[in-house]
């Protein structure tokens, strides 16, 4: 993404990119843990007029002062500088209708937001594949199934307090528990759905690659007993 062309010559704070707000943001949210997207937002627009505006100004008026003083110093008297203060406000005024505004409205704010559109997309994409990396409620229930009955216990009564309890152990949603238990328990689910049959069958594969981890050879022994009687098509 370019920076605004008029200010090209002068240092930016930040260039508007996903990549440098994100350092600006995570930059103030190390000092301020509950610092939003919209304070970083307002601290680059105030840095746009307070710093750079500023600055390009102060450096324009003040070359201008000094090449004028340069070439007319005889004609100009110690006094007669303050007459150019008036002057330099009516340039500001010029500059800020002409060029200021306009570059702030065209340039500035749509390469801000589009920058804010990036970075929320990128968190929106880390969390997005953070669950790809989690396992289905199928599989937690699986595994808590396992670990159920190593410990010797009953399996979970299928109803409403169960989930509640569940998910809050997991933090899942409640409504997709009932089906998991009812699955593992019963095996009630749609057997002639391919696509179900898939995601069942990745389901216990994934529970079994868990307790390999953990080398808990009794584990997937219950898993392969309790997949064959899950899995089973009904004549």
Known sequence: MKKINFIQAFSLPQSLTAISFKAEHERFKSRFADWSINATKRKIIGAFWLKILLNHFCVLILSGILIVLM??????????????????????????????????????????????????????????????????VVTLMLIQHVYQELAGLDPFLINTNTSQQLAKQYGISIKSIMPALLLIQRGDWNKSSIRKRTETLDDFEAAKDHFQQINCEKAITILERLQHKVTRVAC
């Open 71 to 136: 070439i007319n110093w005889k004609q100009l008297g110690g006094i007669n500088i303050f007459l150019l203060l008036p002057f330099s406000f009516i340039v500001f005024a010029v500059l800020f209708l002409t060029m200021y505004w306009p570059t702030y409205q065209l340039e500035f704010l749509p390469h801000l937001e589009t920058a804010i559109e990036v970075y929320k997309g990128q968190q929106l994409e880390g969390i997005q594949q953070c669950k790809k990396q989690q396992y289905s």
